[in-house]
């Protein structure tokens, strides 16, 4: 099983940045994404970032070039460093780990985290 901790949200102004954290314990094998997600209420959740166990990244556009997502293999983590943060950034950040096996694909979520940019 795995169970995914996250931390690192809070209330920040516009501009502002923070880092968000997401610690997986338990085996999520060799072949993975790990990914941050938000939902912002009233709306769908939307995948903000994710990265494979390969390194490979992508993000969505609307934080390209402000936001970046990187793990650490060895300690099962995954962050997201959130720099030039606007209002509409504000949402419940989740951790997403899909973890893919031979028969089956398994999906983990974390508690969710909420980020508020406001001034």
């Known amino acids: 099983q795995v169970q995914l901790v996250e931390s690192g949200g809070g209330l920040v102004q516009p501009g502002g940045s923070l880092r968000l954290s997401c610690a997986a314990s338990?085996?999520?094998?060799?072949?993975?994404?790990m990914g941050w997600y938000r939902q912002a209420p009233g709306k769908q959740r939307e995948l903000v970032a994710h990265?494979?166990?390969?390194?490979?990244?992508d993000y969505a556009d609307s934080v390209k070039g402000r936001f970046t997502i990187s793990s650490d293999n060895v300690k099962k983590t995954v962050y997201l460093q959130m720099n030039s943060l606007k209002p509409e950034d504000t949402a419940v950040y989740y951790c997403?780990?899909?973890?893919?096996?031979?028969?089956?694909?398994?999906?983990?979520w974390g508690q969710g985290t909420q980020v508020t940019v406001s001034s």
């Open positions: 338990g085996s999520i094998g060799s072949i993975y994404t």
């Open positions: 990265i494979n166990s390969g390194g490979s990244t």
């Open positions: 997403h780990v899909q973890r893919i096996q031979i028969l089956t694909t398994n999906d983990y």
